[in-house]
């Protein structure tokens, strides 16, 4: 299948990026490394999200808005006693407008989403006890659907900003997980 051209673009240029964050991501397959992953994930959304609430969106997106799993994961932390993360780093985009790459990142996280709630559920956790944000993701695929459809058509796009924002994302995803992993006798 041919991805569109921005969609392809994004996917090339963010690659190294995406790799060394799944790298680090890992497969967890036990309760403790998941729960590094979940506080991981709650270093990373919950700022960005955050940063996101004020927003506005490219005036081709429509109605459409990125999802927001700050809730869920707040649930799923409280869920496995893990205290939300006191000290989170803001998260600072680079200049530009570059949103459509940030938009990118956090949407196409619901494709990893099915396989990471496969994962979860194996170990013990559910769409109701402490895999919350993961399963509610994983669901809401048509969301990526219709971004990803609806980012080919923003008139404004710079493509070197959108590629900055979207590895700027996955750097600060990737330096969330590894605050985690530096913390991790916090988290058993």
Known sequence: MDLPPRRLGLKTQTAAAHQALDALIGDF?????YRRYLSGMARFRLPVEAWL????????LGEWRPGAYGTEIADDLADLGIDTPAQL??????????LIGLLYVLEGSALGAR???KRAENIGFSADF???HL??????FSSWR????RM????????QAAVAWANTAFDYARNAFESTLDARSTLR
Do not use: C, I
């Not at 397959?29 to 490394?33: N, S």
């Not at 609430?53 to 081709?60: A, I, L, R, Y």
């Open 29 to 33: 397959d036990t309760p403790q490394a």
């Open 53 to 60: 609430e004020d927003k506005s969106m490219p005036e081709e």
């Open 89 to 98: 780093e803001p998260f600072v985009p680079p200049p530009g407008n570059g």
């Open 115 to 117: 396989v990471l709630a």
């Open 130 to 132: 402490g895999a919350r």
């Open 135 to 140: 399963f509610h993701q994983a669901r809401n």
């Open 146 to 149: 219709a971004f990803s459809d």
């Open 152 to 159: 080919e058509k923003v008139w404004v796009y710079d493509e």
